[in-house]
């Protein structure tokens, strides 16, 4: 069993950071690859990045390549989200996601754990 509590979410003016963190219980958190997925209203669950297991390697959605970037510290079973110059359309709910697969060209298929969830809203 893997529990994932996001943290970090709130509010802040566009152009303006956030760091998400998401805390995971388990011992299978340093052999797994992780992500994070983002849903706003009235739209689909979506992608937004992901990283491998040792942190060597990430992907990302093309809406925030260059202003997000993910990371993780295996040491605290922790896995980050720094978000940078963040937009209006960055608002939603931000999921963190355990991946079951090899691969970091993830779909919402591709996860067999979920996070509760944080918001985040960017005013303009």
């Known amino acids: 069993q893997v529990q994932l509590v996001e943290s970090g979410g709130g509010l802040v003016q566009a152009g303006g950071s956030l760091r998400l963190s998401c805390a995971a219980s388990g011992r299978t958190f340093t052999l797994s690859n992780m992500g994070w997925f983002r849903q706003a209203p009235g739209k689909e669950r979506e992608f937004v990045a992901a990283i491998s297991w040792s942190g060597g390697s990430t992907t990302y959605a093309d809406s925030v390549q260059g202003r997000f970037t993910i990371s993780r510290d295996n040491a605290k079973n922790t896995l980050y989200l720094q978000m940078n110059g963040l937009k209006p359309e960055d608002t939603a709910v931000y999921y963190c996601?355990?991946?079951?697969?090899?691969?970091?060209?993830?779909?919402?298929?591709?996860?067999?754990?979920w996070g509760q969830g944080t918001q985040v809203t960017v005013s303009s």
């Open positions: 996601a355990r991946v079951r697969v090899a691969t970091l060209v993830v779909g919402l298929n591709d996860v067999d754990y």
